[in-house]
């Protein structure tokens, strides 16, 4: 079964619906899931990713379920919006061959050395990962997310903490990628490059299609509460 299936699958927490039942198939390759804060977007987020169950319905990962974490492994991986809200070892090697070990590789320090290699990162392998920029954390968990070679990665606003140049070679190391990307953002300018847009408004699917025709009619609501 391939991409993600929802059927009616929806959130609510201590009697607050934070995502309304909802069905989908998502196969496309760049997908953006758009919204203001509040929206419901990292709640939609972190229930494809399987961090949060769903209340109702089901939620289906290249037909796995996402809460099979070994299953997930190799189908679906995350880029978060802080990177220190991802790493959780000392050094850059550490981190990097944590989700191979995961997977019972053969080899996790030598796919490790080899990926450092062709990233022209080699020097990185012993390096303390606090004593690497922002940037250089995001890059350091992006690489974490390939070597697990997911067949999806969900990007929770990765460019968010970032400078300008380090967020341009970001998006150029990102759009050069072969797996699905969902990406979650507020910015309509990052989602004219997406084959599907999912606008999000109070944890309900308010328009779902191609950025032509998603965006004008968001901006046009982002354009009325601006003025409210």
Not at 111 to 119: G, I, K, T
């Amino acid at each position: 079964m391939n991409g993600i299936h929802l059927e009616q699958a929806g959130v609510v927490l201590q009697g607050r619906t934070l995502l309304q039942p909802m069905t989908l198939h998502l196969s496309e390759r760049r997908i953006a899931i758009l919204g203001r804060n509040g929206a419901g977007k990292t709640t939609f987020l972190r229930l494809l990713a399987g961090l949060q169950p769903p209340t109702t319905g089901t939620v289906k990962v290249e037909g796995a379920d996402p809460a099979d974490r070994r299953a997930m492994l190799g189908a679906i991986g995350i880029l978060f919006q802080s990177p220190d809200h991802q790493i959780i070892f000392p050094t850059v090697e550490e981190e990097l061959g944590f989700g191979l070990r995961q997977m019972n590789h053969p080899d996790p320090a030598g796919a490790v050395r080899a990926l450092l290699q062709a990233e022209g990162r080699a020097d990185w392998a012993e390096r303390p990962v606090q004593s690497l920029s922002q940037g250089q954390k995001q890059y350091l968990c992006l690489m974490a997310v390939l070597l697990m070679a997911p067949k999806t990665i969900l990007l929770d606003e990765p460019f968010a903490a970032l400078d300008l140049p380090t967020r341009m070679a970001l998006q150029r190391r990102l759009a050069a990628l072969p797996q699905r990307l969902v990406t979650i953002t507020h910015d309509p300018a990052s989602v004219h490059g997406a084959d599907r847009v999912l606008w999000l408004e109070e944890g309900r699917i308010v328009a779902d299609g191609p950025p032509d025709a998603v965006l004008p009619p968001f901006l046009v609501e982002m354009e009325r509460l601006g003025r409210e």
